[in-house]
């Protein structure tokens, strides 16, 4: 059984926006750490953004600040990520990840292959 679903993604033109969608558990979703990375073929997974167990401080990628933000509905268990002012450089599979460590800045620096759970991941692609 999945524990992170992710939704969203697809097709754009540069400087288009699109939003990814991932819900989770409850007990995930209230106690984990969550955020996103992106992958490109021959490239290791990249850190993109992250957030709290409590949404109380986020995290971002040079590269993406000031263009994607994240967020969590409480409501509905799922994280988002709003990602504006696209580039043909996002272009990538974009995967949700939650782990114990609830702080967003962990997230930020911790290897990939130490995250203790992910998404299915889903294409971006950014057309110029």
């Known amino acids: 059984q999945a524990q992170l679903v992710q939704s969203g993604g697809g097709l754009v033109q540069a400087g288009g926006s699109l939003r990814l969608s991932c819900a989770a558990s409850?007990?995930?979703?209230?106690?984990?750490?969550m955020g996103w990375f992106r992958q490109t073929a021959g490239k290791e997974r990249e850190f993109v953004a992250a957030?709290?167990?409590?949404?109380?401080?986020?995290h971002y990628a040079d590269s993406v600040k000031g263009r994607f933000t994240i967020s969590k509905d409480n409501a509905k268990n799922t994280m988002y990520l709003q990602m504006n002012n696209l580039e043909p450089e996002d272009t990538a599979v974009y995967y949700c990840?939650?782990?114990?460590?609830?702080?967003?800045?962990?997230?930020?620096?911790?290897?990939?292959?130490?995250?203790?759970?992910w998404g299915q991941g889903t294409l971006v692609t950014v057309s110029s």
């Open positions: 957030i709290d167990w409590n949404a109380d401080n986020t």
């Open positions: 409850k007990d995930i979703f209230n106690d984990y750490g």
């Open positions: 990840a939650a782990d114990p460590n609830g702080a967003s800045q962990a997230m930020g620096v911790m290897p990939a292959k130490y995250i203790a759970l």
